[in-house]
């Protein structure tokens, strides 16, 4: 083979190596589950099913997780003036890590008439691994505040995980059970001390191969370079 041909062949090569690299980076799972809510409310017990979506954007040295509400879950006889209403949740945690996970968020933004499904705004919180593996992430019990009263809604129907995220603990240290692809799971895993900035998630497995794609292509560049000079060493 001509070394213009080799040349050609080592950088092709190298590309594709970095290419393959980014294409197996890995993703985190998301389904919206159905959570069939039982709240005992001031006036009586109410059920009402809801979808319900979880995220995780990496943020610092863990992830914001966000809880999302499709439909209300409850009403009141009243109406309630803004600001009246303030929802707070938990999320079980499961998979390589245990305990529940507090997200709460801003008090109702408008006024909720009457006898109106009280929708739920957007619930976060911050979770930090403690441990390496999948964790997944279910929905749990839900309290609403307001007026001076506190329903507390608990899921009947068992839902399955909303999230699972493959993550790193900070120091790398290894999970003590197995991952399972479903499982469910206070505030164990919603703070943690700092330590080193754990590179772990969709998004950071995207980088961290990227770059080791990256690494791949300089390296072979590098080979090329060396096999074109000496190739002209040797006709020399």
Request: proline fraction near 8%; charge should be positive; hydrophobic fraction near 35%.
């Amino acid at each position: 083979m001509s070394y213009p041909k080799r040349t050609a062949a080592l950088a092709s090569a190298a590309a594709l190596a970095g290419s393959a690299v980014l294409l197996s980076a890995p993703a985190a799972h998301a389904d919206v589950v159905d959570v069939d809510y039982r709240c005992h409310t001031p006036i009586g017990v109410k059920s009402a099913v809801s979808p319900i979506d979880i995220t995780g954007v990496r943020s610092g040295s863990g992830y914001k997780i966000t809880m999302s509400w499709q439909k209300g879950v409850s009403s009141s006889p009243v109406e309630l003036g803004k600001g009246a209403m303030s929802p707070s949740a938990t999320i079980r945690l499961g998979g390589a890590d245990s305990g529940t996970l507090a997200v709460s968020g801003p008090p109702n933004a408008a006024a909720i008439p009457a006898d109106t499904p009280i929708r739920i705004s957007d619930l976060s919180g911050t979770y930090t691994p403690k441990k390496t593996g999948k964790v997944t992430f279910t929905p749990g019990t839900l309290v609403i505040k307001a007026l001076d009263t506190t329903t507390t809604c608990t899921p009947t129907n068992s839902p399955g995980p909303g999230l699972t995220l493959d993550v790193t603990a900070a120091g790398g240290s290894s999970s003590s059970s197995s991952s399972p692809s479903s499982a469910s799971g206070g505030s164990s895993g919603g703070s943690s001390s700092g330590g080193q900035l754990p590179q772990t998630g969709p998004e950071d497995s995207a980088l961290a191969l990227g770059t080791l794609g990256g690494t791949v292509l300089l390296a072979g560049a590098a080979g090329v370079l060396w096999v074109t000079r000496r190739g002209q060493t040797v006709r020399r």
